[in-house]
């Protein structure tokens, strides 16, 4: 059975709805300077920023039809089930996680049970969305922005061009927000009832690395935590202790910890012995999503999901969906250097274990000499290329959060379209934009709301 994507009749319908907006946005009562400055003192009132820098610089949101959010949801389902497939196997077999590029330690901390099912609790698909999805990455570790987005929607809503769009059209946005806290206290449950935990809430840790440049939003998961009657704190690894099956941060017994910590960036900064390795080891704390979350964060996964030597694990639906969606992708060392040079036009080449854009080389943004050294260089590491997927492209009215006194001016730019997966279900849509075709709000991009748009 072949993944078939519906014929996106709204395709049109979407565009005239854009056009509108973008009409009501030349009315400087509904849209001018001064929404634009309330707009960017909203978002730095209400911590909306990421190292410091406010998020969203648009005036309006990504708009998706229901037909395309339901095509989304059915590739999230069906891809999330065959990472899990592919998870089980490598937990198994030692030389397929040396495939994909499990290191030692890394092996050692997936070997353990986090006690609860699913390897991989909150994970983002990123795609380019034409036709049907193209998968381009798979972030399964920790990936951020659910309360950045329901902080950005709630504000957008308010604004003047919103309230009159909004009186033509019918707008939802999807809560990420409220999926994630439900599914890490859903964890939470299913961990206690296993272990014979008698706590029915949780104190829970939000861990990450001093400083990171999410800290603004590990203020607002931890604010909705507590509104919901969950004491909740933010901790970076030092301030963890292990004594007596008692994982504690700055002296307060830690429940359930929200890993926001790269398993490779704490692997980078700390050892297997770690206070936070110990606890989990013992059973003594959950940890979400597990320290099994790499297998299928790795870029090799992609290759392992495309590979024919797997086909026979996954259900004819799910190597359909694969084979639709997901972008070429291959360990650098199984394609010919040869092929790659006289064609750099097509591949991208990445770090099999990276985030926000860090180390992505675009052949056909780089010359014949440097693609040629990089490849050289790559040889020595850990990489993939992957096929050449043209992105997507969305016009808004852009402004500019530090000069909010130019008003804003509608501009194209490239748009991505990611899912953000909780436990196999489809539980909200970033929608980042860029000028440049690596896009990452480390690197300069911004993310927005995305709103399910209907005619009334």
């Not at 309330?38 to 009132?45: E, H, N, R, S, T």
């Not at 900064?269 to 606890?279: E, F, I």
């Not at 690596?438 to 995305?450: E, F, K, L, Y």
Request: a negative charge; glycine letters at 6%.
């Amino acid at each position: 059975m072949a993944f078939a994507a519906p014929v996106m009749r709204d395709d049109a319908w979407l565009a005239r709805a854009v056009d509108r907006y973008h009409e009501l946005c030349a009315d400087d009562r509904l849209a001018g300077p001064d929404v634009v400055a309330a707009f960017v003192k909203g978002q730095l009132d209400a911590g909306l920023t990421f190292g410091g820098v406010v998020q969203c610089r648009s005036l309006r949101p990504a708009f998706i039809t229901r037909e395309r959010v339901d095509t989304l949801r059915n590739a999230v389902s069906s891809l999330w089930q065959a990472f899990k497939t592919l998870e089980a196997h490598v937990l198994r077999d030692e030389s397929l996680a040396a495939e994909i590029g499990i290191s030692a330690d890394e092996r050692a901390l997936a070997a353990i049970d986090p006690g609860y099912d699913d390897a991989t609790v909150v994970s983002r698909l990123d795609t380019y969305f034409h036709e049907k999805p193209r998968v381009l990455e798979y972030n399964a570790d920790s990936p951020a922005g659910m309360f950045y987005q329901a902080g950005q929607a709630a504000l957008m809503r308010r604004l003047p061009v919103m309230t009159r769009f909004s009186s033509e059209f019918r707008l939802e946005d999807l809560r990420a927000d409220v999926a994630l806290r439900e599914t890490l206290l859903g964890v939470w449950r299913e961990f206690a009832a296993r272990k014979g935990v008698r706590t029915s809430v949780p104190v829970v840790a939000i861990v990450d690395l001093a400083g990171a440049a999410t800290g603004a939003e590990f203020s607002l998961v931890t604010r909705d935590f507590e509104r919901h009657g969950v004491p909740a704190l933010i901790a970076a690894p030092e301030d963890l202790t292990y004594r007596a099956r008692k994982l504690q941060a700055r002296g307060r017994d830690i429940d359930l910890v929200y890993k926001r910590l790269l398993v490779a960036d704490f692997l980078a900064h700390y050892d297997t012995n770690h206070p936070l390795v110990q606890a989990y080891a013992e059973g003594a704390v959950c940890v979400a999503s597990s320290f099994r979350c790499t297998i299928a964060h790795k870029k090799k996964a992609l290759s392992a999901l495309l590979d024919p030597r797997q086909s026979e694990w996954f259900t004819a639906e799910e190597r359909a969906t694969v084979a639709a969606l997901v972008a070429r992708t291959s360990p650098l060392a199984d394609v010919d250097t040869k092929t790659l040079i006289a064609d750099r036009q097509s591949w991208v080449l990445k770090p099999n274990d990276a985030h926000g854009g860090e180390g992505v080389i675009l052949g056909w943004e780089t010359d014949a000499d440097n693609w040629r050294s990089s490849l050289d260089a790559a040889r020595s590491g850990d990489y993939v290329v992957q096929e050449r997927v043209e992105p997507t492209f969305g016009s808004y009215p852009i402004f500019d959060a530090l000069r909010p006194g130019e008003g804003a001016c509608v501009r194209t730019l490239i748009e991505d379209c990611n899912a953000y997966v909780f436990r196999g279900s489809l539980g909200g849509i970033l929608t980042r934009l860029s000028d440049a075709a690596v896009i990452n709000v480390s690197r300069g991009g911004q993310a927005i709301p995305t709103f399910v748009i209907d005619p009334l």
